[in-house]
C-alpha cells in the first residue's frame, strides 16, 4: 500500500509537471506568435524613433525599415501591447548624414527590439533608398539602389 501512495505522487508530480510545460509553452508560443508575428509575410516600410532606457543610460534610434503591418494596425489601434518586434531590411543615416544599409558582414539587416520602446512610427510606399537622391545615399546604398531598379 505504501508503495502505491508513493507511486501515486510520482504520478500526479510528472503529470502537473507536464501540464505547466504545456501551458507554458502555449502561452511563449503565443506570445512569440502575436509580438513577433513570426509567421506574417505581409511587411511595410516605416520611419521608427526607439528609445531604449537603460539603468545607465538612455539610447535613441532613428531608422528606416520594414516592420508586420499588423504590428502598425495595432499601434495604430492603440492597442495595449508589449513584448518583442524584429524591424528588417533597416537603412539609417550614418555621421556623415548619408542614408546607410544597416546589413554588413556581421549584422543581417535586422534588430528586435521591445515594442514598448517605441516612440513613433511613420508608414512609407517604398523602400527609402528609393525615395532619396542619389547624393543624399551611402555606396553601400547605392550599390543596394541599382540592384532593385
Known sequence: MFVYKMELKRIVRLIAVIIVIVIFSWGMSNTFHDTLDIHSSKKKWVYIEIKKVLPRDTTDYFYYGQINES????????????????????????????????????????????????????????????????EELHESSKALRDTIN
Do not use: C
Request: no cysteine; aromatic share 12%.
Open 71 to 134: 504590428l502598425i494596425e495595432k499601434i495604430n489601434a492603440k492597442e495595449d501591447i508589449s513584448g518583442l518586434f524584429i524591424l528588417s531590411n533597416i537603412r539609417y543615416w550614418n555621421d556623415d548624414d548619408l542614408l546607410t544599409v544597416y546589413e554588413d558582414k556581421e549584422h543581417y539587416g535586422s534588430r528586435i527590439f521591445q515594442i514598448q520602446d517605441i516612440q513613433t512610427v511613420v508608414p512609407y510606399k517604398d523602400d527609402p533608398i528609393n525615395l532619396f537622391n542619389m
